[in-house]
């Protein structure tokens, strides 16, 4: 069970760091809110591809990684387009 969290810790960071990537512009996220909506895209896309009988959260497959990739590109770019709007809102 720690090997599964630890697992899922290190693949969100990477699917976080490549949601950032993926996406245009520049996003004003710290790496901890990378890791933390990483590691929510990639448990959304597993629990996704668990619903369609690709296997446990917890496996590595193809499907599940392509949608934890897609759901942590919507929680990253909601995440800096809320950040960006109230930093604007601030600097009158």
């Known amino acids: 069970m720690l090997f599964d969290i630890l697992g899922l810790i290190v693949i969100g960071l990477v699917i ?5 990537l993926l996406l245009p512009g520049k996003q004003h996220i710290s790496i901890v809110a990378t890791l933390v909506l990483g590691v929510l895209g990639a448990i959304i896309g597993g629990l996704i591809a668990s619903f369609f009988g690709t296997g446990d959260i917890f496996e590595l497959n193809i499907l599940g990684f392509v949608l934890a990739v897609v759901a942590a590109l919507v929680l990253v770019g909601g995440y800096a387009g809320t950040a960006g ?8």
């Open 16 to 20: 976080g760091a490549l949601a950032r």
């Open 85 to 92: 709007r109230s930093n604007r809102s601030v600097r009158h």
